[in-house]
């Protein structure tokens, strides 16, 4: 239900944007972008060092990220498609307390790609739903040592985009990932982690 009113708040969004878009239209085919915006990634975080162990249903990584987008779209009538790949970096982070030692963990960089499917609601705006692959790296460091993970997931979500002009084009969107668990050993302890993310961002792309 969280997930639904997070999107429903970035679809009321830009459908008030929408309403005083220019006569401009969003192009067809290649584009390139950067995006930046804020991260929220909840982990059901566990950890077992011998007979002790330690769980957590909701620790929050929060921070900026910021990254760039390719992708290829074209128009149908007012349908439009497009193939995204992305990349970026996290800067979210968060402590908490196991077995008497703190471990941080930290959401790093991250890329996949996605298709994209939207429906033109004025001549220069539009509404739109993602889905695609995402592949995220995280650090768990504690006492001097770390490990890495990447987590394989799923990352969905809405946004819109409206012209500036027949080049250049904003969007604001919210997605939310589904990642695999991963297990890691920091410090002789086992860690494993189920992360979920949440990120609102904002961009620009130029059609070239």
Do not use: C
Not at 20 to 26: D, E, Y
């Amino acid at each position: 239900m969280k997930g639904v009113k997070k999107a429903s708040i970035v679809v009321g969004a830009v459908a008030a944007f929408a309403g005083s878009a220019q006569a401009a239209s969003i192009p067809a085919g290649p584009y390139v972008g950067i995006v930046g915006g804020y991260e929220i990634t909840t982990l059901k975080y566990s950890a077992s060092s011998g007979a002790s162990s330690t769980e957590v249903d909701s620790l929050a990584l929060k921070g900026l990220r910021a990254g760039a987008i390719l992708g290829w779209g074209a128009w149908g009538n007012d349908i439009y498609g497009a193939l995204e790949v992305n990349g970026a970096m996290s800067f979210a982070d968060g402590d908490v307390s196991t077995n008497g030692d703190k471990l941080n963990l930290e959401s790093k960089e991250t890329y996949g790609a996605s298709l994209l499917f939207g429906h033109r609601v004025v001549p220069g705006a539009l509404l739109y739903g993602r889905v695609g692959l995402q592949r995220m790296k995280a650090t768990a460091s504690s006492g001097g040592a770390s490990d890495n993970e990447w987590f394989n997931g799923i990352r969905a979500g809405v946004g819109g985009m409206w012209a500036l002009s027949d080049v250049v084009t904003f969007r604001l969107e919210y997605t939310h990932g589904f990642y695999e668990s991963e297990k890691s050993n920091v410090g002789g302890s086992t860690v494993k982690l189920d992360p979920r993310e949440n990120i609102f961002q904002a961009g620009f792309t130029v059609g070239f």
